[in-house]
């Protein structure tokens, strides 16, 4: 038996529920190009954003904690490949197509800018309306090999709309929706009490009785209350209960480590860099990078600067800060 693409999309008919999206129903690519005879559309996707360089860079972006002294924390990687876990889990649970919500999960922070929401914010105040998660879809739409990866519609979609004002179109973008914040506020909390910014007496206690004592228990809870409250139904969704737990986490979060946390005293350094570099390749844009300095007279100069900075990594960052503010050394020989 040939286990090629079709046998792979008749399996999807076969198993998942009315209420997934199957690889052969898809929207499509922006381009059109010959199917895979291996790989359904989405498994293509997948393999696509795992090898480019936008997501090799992950793996040098801060989540949280800005430079971490320690191997243990969270990187911008990390946090991709648990969100994609959870979303995972909680796609077969539901019997939905687990391909597509790995891509998406995947795919979902191509465009963080280095240093976390710092950098973000940084970036937005200089650069007015900068967002990581339409960042996310102009990179795979056209910054990544110079041209775009040409994903499908579905993928496409949930990048752009696992945060924002708008539900992803699909059940599976959906889901990564939800499990990006089921990550975030775990794995932040996991990493403060690493990190000695909480103690676990610190916690909400009722959200711990509730959930759990442990990482692993608060994650096992929230995923198989998505799991039950969903199984069935035309969309994602978690009890009230859970719902209001989770918010008193992350605004927990907000008031303990997010802000003013010594964890984040040097967010106001990483601030500067970024907004420096913005300020400085606008004002010097001979220094950019040939690739960049090519599309300036499509996309304007600042739009390209900002394309820059948001794909470097923390410490790709702070080498450019350090090359163009700090002296070397002088020989005459």
Request: charged letters at 30%; proline letters at 5%.
């Amino acid at each position: 038996m040939s286990l090629g693409r079709t046998y792979w999309e008749e399996l999807e008919e076969k198993i998942l529920s009315p209420h997934a999206c199957l690889s052969r129903r898809t929207r499509g690519r922006q381009l059109p190009e010959e199917p895979c005879s291996v790989r359904t559309e989405f498994q293509r996707d997948r393999d696509r954003i795992i090898h480019s360089k936008s997501f090799r860079r992950l793996k040098y972006k801060t989540q949280v904690f800005l430079i971490p002294e320690g191997d243990h924390y969270r990187t911008r990687l990390t946090h991709t490949l648990e969100v994609t876990q959870i979303a995972r889990t909680i796609a077969r649970g539901l019997r939905l197509n687990e391909d597509l919500t790995e891509a998406i999960a995947l795919g979902h922070d191509l465009g963080h800018t280095p240093f976390g929401h710092t950098g973000e914010q940084a970036l937005a105040e200089v650069f007015p309306g900068f967002r990581h998660n339409e960042q996310s879809l102009r990179v795979v739409d056209l910054l990544e090999k110079g041209t775009g990866l040409n994903l499908t519609f579905e993928v496409r979609d949930g990048i752009l709309n696992h945060t924002g004002p708008n539900s992803p179109a699909t059940l599976e973008g959906q889901i990564v929706r939800l499990a990006d914040r089921i990550a975030y506020i775990n794995h932040d909390i996991d990493d403060a009490l690493r990190g000695g910014v909480l103690v676990p007496e610190d916690l909400p206690g009722d959200c711990v009785e509730f959930l759990g004592h442990r990482h692993s228990q608060r994650i096992n809870t929230m995923v198989l209350d998505i799991i039950q409250e969903s199984r069935d139904r035309p969309e994602i969704r978690m009890s009230e209960p859970v719902r209001q737990a989770i918010t008193r986490l992350r605004e927990f979060l907000f008031e303990r480590v997010y802000l003013g946390s010594a964890a984040k005293r040097e967010e106001g350094k990483a601030r500067h860099v970024v907004q420096f570099l913005f300020h400085y390749f606008v004002k010097h844009p001979q220094h950019l990078p040939r690739e960049y300095l090519q599309r300036v007279e499509e996309f304007g100069l600042e739009r390209v600067v900002a394309d820059y900075i948001a794909g470097m990594t923390d410490r790709y960052a702070v080498t450019q800060f350090a090359n163009l503010c700090l002296p070397r050394g002088f020989s005459v020989f």
